[in-house]
């Protein structure tokens, strides 16, 4: 949602005498009142006015309106939501950044509209038919069609089919800007426009955290001596000396499934078992899972995850934090030892940027953005750590945990300084980059 107020200020800098116009299928409120939701939750305000245009239809585009072929039928929604948008409203130029890539050729054939796009995350990918094609169960490829050879068959068919018809539609675009390496490489395959396309990243407001010390800073030549004196092991208590904290292993994320939660508990219980009961063993190590729950399903979704923590006998070590204010957010992160991530293929993983600002060693899993554009070195300095499985993770947590203070700053500082690539100021300039051959035309 950001993504859309981000680029708005500079554009009302860079050309004071074009009008901006937004579509929105909010019902209820007043454009006086998106404005004002806008500057409480991304501090964003408005040099001057946006014309808001608001869509009656937008349940055409909701997942929920299409149980089956849920994919075509949202795409089939979102044209005729984009015609409702087009009878409304004729623009010169149309920018969509909610994934709306079937509204391209409307807006550019039928409205005689330049257009462009923003891809946080393809609709389809080559990933995705690679999955079906072997028969892989995951959270969008449900056991009963991965084990049977006729239906992985069709929706195989299904998928290329519909990669096709995504592919024409965005090749539609005049400009195409992705939000990581990760879906450039998707959107390249599926488009086919290079010459049109570039790479944006989405803009990371980590300045919260950035203004909080490293954990050992002021006193690292302290702690590495304490470390030696004990022999290389922390007393169990998240530090090599008399600090009375366990070490907190923090994951960031909704309750959805593609998160992976399973896995992270998986992992911990394996973590625990290599550690043992002696110091620095399974006392002084938690689990803190945060996140938000959007319905009843996800709610369900904690219940079925609590009752795998009571069967790998983890529970007492595991914490469950639903919903909670950004203040607790940000206390929880900074004083984390490790930041985990276990989503497959996310397409960039803000998340992770923001754990490494707060100054966690991040784990994150070895795919999409976070392995591309995120946790990679920094003028040649290691950031963080990657796997993909149980075991893997169990492993990196434990190679973490028992790295010296000093080993640890370094990596921490070295992440710290590699966000500054995603911040808000780069992000803009990005942008107006991007599309300032568009806008040219429209000033000319």
């Known amino acids: 949602m950001e993504n859309l107020w981000q680029p708005l200020p500079p554009h009302y800098s860079r050309y004071p005498n074009v009008s901006f116009v937004v579509y929105t299928g909010d019902k209820g409120v007043t454009g006086e009142q998106v404005l004002e939701g806008a500057r409480q939750r991304f501090n964003i305000t408005l040099p001057r006015p946006v014309t808001f245009i608001f869509l009656r239809h937008r349940g055409l ?23 409702e948008a087009l009878t409304a409203f004729v623009p010169d130029l149309y920018v969509d950044s909610m994934g709306y890539a ?7 054939y039928l409205g005689s509209c330049k257009v ?4 946080h995350y393809p609709t389809v990918s080559t990933d995705m038919l690679t999955v079906v094609r072997e028969r892989n169960p995951r959270f969008n490829n449900a056991d009963f069609i991965s084990r049977n050879p006729v239906l992985s068959a069709v929706k195989v068919l299904y998928y290329c089919l519909f990669a096709l018809l995504y592919g024409l539609a965005g090749s539609c675009s005049d400009v195409v800007m992705v939000n990581s390496t990760w879906t450039l490489g998707h959107i390249l395959a599926l488009w086919r426009c290079p010459g049109r396309t ?48 366990c070490q907190s292993i923090v994951s960031v994320g909704q309750f959805r499934p593609e998160k992976d939660h399973l896995l992270q508990i998986r992992a911990f219980a394996k973590l625990l078992d290599r550690k043992g009961d002696g110091p620095g063993g399974r006392e002084a190590l938690r689990l803190v899972l945060i ?20 069967e790998l006998g983890v529970s007492d070590r595991v914490d469950f934090k639903l919903n909670v204010p950004f203040d607790e957010l940000k206390r929880e992160l900074v004083s984390a030892t490790i930041g985990l991530h276990t989503m497959w293929n996310e397409h960039f993983g803000i998340g992770v940027v923001e754990c490494m600002a ?11 953005g976070p392995k591309l554009d995120i946790v990679v070195p920094h003028e040649g300095r290691q950031t963080g750590f990657l796997a993909d499985s149980e075991d893997s993770y169990a492993a ?12 640890r700053l370094e990596i921490k500082r070295a992440a710290r300084e590699s966000v500054g690539r995603f911040s808000d100021q780069e992000f803009e300039a990005c942008f107006l980059a991007a599309t300032e051959a568009l806008m040219s035309q429209l000033v000319r």
């Open 102 to 108: 079937f509204t391209l050729p409307i807006f550019r």
């Open 61 to 83: 585009v909701e997942a929920a309106s299409y149980p089956h072929f849920t994919l075509l039928g949202q795409s089939l929604g979102s044209m005729f939501l984009g015609w």
């Open 396 to 407: 990196a947590m434990e190679i973490i945990l028992a790295l010296t203070p000093s080993a």
């Open 358 to 368: 707060a100054g966690t060693i991040v784990l994150a899993h070895k795919s999409g």
């Open 291 to 310: 996140g938000g729950c959007r319905n009843q399903e996800d709610e369900d979704r904690v219940l079925m995850l609590r009752g795998l923590c009571q």
């Open 198 to 245: 570039s790479v944006v990243y989405p803009p990371c407001d980590v300045r919260a955290f950035l203004d909080v010390p490293l954990e050992g800073e002021e006193d690292e030549d302290e702690l590495e001596e304490d470390w030696e004196e004990l022999g290389g092991e922390e007393d169990g208590r998240g530090r090599a000396g008399g600090d009375t904290k």
């Open 116 to 119: 462009a796009s923003y891809v």
